[in-house]
């Protein structure tokens, strides 16, 4: 039962499989349902035909025989001779005057009660052309023609064929015929089904292929189908064409940004140093124009680490991003850290950690901006009166930090695409900020290009923790 159920909850009503099957299965119970009601409509005429052609000669006969025995009887007891020699144990004669009155009948023959018989004689309505009825349970073919002596009409002649036995065996062999129509329709769907969810088979193969090919793999990306139709072996082409031409536009694309990237960078890291240059040996500046040179100067900064930041990630994706891992202590560098972010920021910055040293593996200068990332996510997205909390520890062969905040949260939905580039959970709330949405995603990058990784948990109103695992070489006690 609980099979069943979840086949059917396997079942897409809207795959090419199921509405294949549903298409052939409904067209071959058309053919086959048409098929069983033409053999029986036809059988049916056969039986029909086979009473029609006796019972047609008894009409021809009996007015012959009605003239023979008038001529040696009184017309009545001819008449009634003449119908009991054409009755027979499944057929029965009578005739009846214009009026309807019974003028002479078949004596009963074995196979009919009476009372079946009286219910025929009493049918006033009858067919001109032979037809099957059932009465009283049993089956008749009936006709009724008006019997004519020598141009003379003596009434009605009514003629019953019993067909009981045929009629039975009929059914019976029509039932039969049903119930294998419907296994026939059963076993063909099965076999249908089947048959095309093999065909489908390269298809799916294709989608799954296609499934795991990621930025990354575009250049070596090629997709080859064994045994394929060949409809499916030239979509296969198609998407291996469009495969390469995707490739090359990625590569362009990567290749442009960190163009763009190299060449802004040079000039506006000048410009930055003349800045600060200025600011700080002219001590006869405005106040308006202090400002105004150190609002040029911040707006520079954050583009020049917008920059680095994209260059950074063009250089992973072509993979010449260098990481130098080293040993590290990592309560010294989250003590650096801790410092160099006081410094931007009036923030308590509180550091958690055991008496102990956490020695990782990690390229020491990523790591730093690793955190610093994460430290002023945490500080730009809570409020200025909550603390901001670095945790360390190590767990199994892992050394973990948890970068925790009181913020803002980050809705549930959201929290899966954070490290993706340019995302951004609302630019409304984040716009004064002034991210761009690609601090995380140079977290991610950083974090696995030194072997760990970065989650997230968070709740919406109540903080974020974000947890880097990075490979641990133990600890070490301070001051040891
Ligand atoms: P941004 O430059 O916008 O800060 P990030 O890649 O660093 O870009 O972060 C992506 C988005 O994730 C941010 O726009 C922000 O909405 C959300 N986010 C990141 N860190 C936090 C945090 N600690 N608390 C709340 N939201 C955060």
């Known amino acids: 039962m609980n099979q069943i159920k979840k086949i059917c909850r396997n079942i897409d009503p809207f795959s090419l499989r199921v509405r294949l099957t549903i298409g052939v299965a409904a067209v071959s119970a058309l053919g086959l349902g048409s098929l069983a009601i033409w053999t029986s409509w036809e059988m049916q005429q056969i039986l029909i035909d086979s009473h029609k052609h006796s019972i047609e000669q008894i009409a021809t006969r009996l007015p012959r025989d009605v003239q023979l025995y008038s001529e040696m009887l009184p ?38 009660s009476d009372s079946t018989a009286a219910e025929l004689m009493s049918l006033t309505e009858m067919p001109a052309k032979p037809q099957v009825h059932k009465v009283s349970q049993r089956y008749f073919v009936l006709y009724c023609n008006s019997l004519r002596v020598q141009g003379k009409v003596l009434g009605n002649l009514f003629v019953v064929q019993d067909i009981t036995y045929e009629q039975t065996m009929f059914q019976a062999m029509l039932r039969s015929l049903s119930i294998a129509s419907v296994l026939a329709i059963l076993m063909i769907s099965v076999a249908i089904a089947f048959y ?28 080859y189908l064994d045994n394929a139709p060949s409809e499916v072996k030239e979509l296969t082409q198609t998407f291996n064409m469009m495969l390469s031409r995707l490739s090359q536009s990625w590569e362009q694309e990567r290749q442009f940004v960190s163009n763009v990237s190299h060449e802004l960078r040079t000039p506006l890291t000048i410009v930055h140093g003349y800045l600060q240059s200025v600011l700080r040996r002219q001590n006869n500046l405005t106040e308006i124009q202090r400002e ?17 930041d994209l260059l950074d990630l063009a250089r992973a994706d072509s993979g010449y991003l260098h990481f130098r891992i080293e040993p590290c202590v990592l309560n010294d560098l989250v003590a650096e850290v801790v410092t160099m972010a006081k410094k931007y920021s009036d923030r308590t910055i509180i550091i958690e950690s055991k008496n102990e040293s956490l020695l990782v593996k990690a390229d020491y200068n990523r790591l730093k901006q690793v ?78 290009g030194m072997d760990g990784s970065v989650t997230v948990r968070s709740r919406l109103s109540e903080g974020s923790v974000f947890t880097i695992t990075l490979p641990a070489l133990g600890t070490r006690r301070q001051g040891g």
């Not at 017309?75 to 005057?97: C, D, F, H, R």
């Not at 360390?392 to 973990?400: D, N, P, R």
């Open 196 to 223: 095309i969810k093999r065909s489908l088979q390269p298809l799916r193969q294709l989608s799954q292929m296609t499934e795991v090919i990621s930025a990354e793999d575009l250049p070596e990306a090629h997709l």
């Open 371 to 448: 955190l610093l990332n994460l430290i002023d996510n945490a500080v730009k997205y809570s409020q200025p009166d909550t603390t901001v909390i670095v945790k360390l520890y190590q767990q199994e062969e892992s050394a973990i930090i948890q970068v925790r905040d009181k913020g803002y949260g980050i809705p549930l939905q959201h929290q899966s695409r954070i490290f993706e580039r340019f995302y951004r959970v609302d630019e409304a709330r984040t716009s004064s900020t002034g991210g761009c949405g690609l601090g995380l995603s140079i977290v991610k990058t950083l974090v696995e």
């Open 75 to 112: 017309p009545e007891t001819g008449l009634q001779k003449a119908i009991n020699n054409l009755t027979s144990a499944n057929t029965l004669l009578w005739v009846k005057n214009p009026e309807s009155k019974m003028l002479v009948k078949s004596t009963i023959g074995n196979l009919l």
């Open 292 to 308: 105004a040179l150190e609002t040029a100067a911040s707006e520079a900064e954050r583009t020049i680490r917008l920059l680095q």
